[in-house]
């Protein structure tokens, strides 16, 4: 089992609609949690961090984390085109110094 | 956050040859990391830049073949030594705390020819 994993997508959604990433993580230990945008050609992004269990938004993005079920996802709600890019979840497991593990990342489309 | 400045942004290499690849950030930093993307892949962690001591390596990166210096809180560089072309990838450098937010800077796309 990988530490972190993404649906895989590609995800399209159209213009306005509500785009759902979501990821799972291995560390049930793990207390910090992250989403990066990242468009082609370019490096990731902070969009997004969760600690607690719960619903937490910022803007037309929402953050949720279950870790009695060890998921987190990012709802983008009234998508736009500007959304289109990859999408990466961060998890820094608990106990192993530095390491962050990223999930393989999901690429989304917005359709105008 | 954090400004973070990387030079170069890209270079074309032949192989058995190394790269140095600098990180310049506009405040002074506790922790600086870097970080390999692969066409088509996540990010991986190769090690963490301490000022005044040596790198931490994640398993799978060594020193001999990933040295790399951290002079100040400010700057770091890592080197990409005796390439091949298994090497091209993005060699990204990142600032934060441990278990924390982190803010990556622009990216080195290396190509090793």
């Known amino acids: 089992q990988k530490e972190v994993e993404q649906n895989s997508g590609p995800l399209s959604v159209p213009e306005g609609a509500i785009a759902s990433l979501n990821c799972t993580y291995s560390?049930?230990?793990?207390?910090?949690f992250f989403w990066y945008r990242q468009y082609s050609g370019k490096s990731p992004e902070l969009i997004m961090s969760?600690?607690?269990?719960g619903d937490k938004e910022d803007g037309r993005f929402t953050a949720q984390l279950n870790k009695a079920s060890q998921y987190v996802s990012l709802l983008i709600r009234d998508s736009q085109p500007s959304d289109s890019a990859t999408y990466l979840c961060?998890?820094?497991?608990?106990?192993?110094?530095?390491?962050?593990?990223f999930g393989t990342g999901t690429s989304l489309t917005v359709i105008p | 956050s954090a400004v973070i400045s990387q030079k170069p942004s890209r270079d074309i290499c032949q192989r058995g040859t190394s790269l140095t690849i600098q990180c310049q950030v506009d405040?002074?930093?506790?922790?600086m990391f870097w970080y390999r993307q692969q066409p088509g892949q996540s990010l991986t962690l190769i090690a963490t830049?301490?000022?005044?001591?040596?790198?931490?390596?994640e398993s799978g990166f060594v020193i001999d073949k990933f040295p790399i210096s951290r002079p100040n809180l400010t700057f770091s560089t890592l080197t990409v030594s005796n390439m091949s072309p298994e090497d091209s990838s993005i060699y990204l450098c990142?600032?934060?705390?441990?278990?924390?937010?982190?803010?990556f800077g622009p990216g080195t796309r290396l190509t090793v020819t």
């Open positions: 969760i600690y607690s269990n």
């Open positions: 961060a998890v820094p497991p608990l106990n192993t110094g530095n390491q962050f593990y």
């Open positions: 405040s002074q930093v506790t922790m």
């Open positions: 830049a301490n000022q005044g001591s040596e790198a931490t390596y």
């Open positions: 990142s600032v934060g705390q441990a278990g924390d937010e982190q803010y």
């Open positions: 560390d049930r230990g793990s207390q910090s």
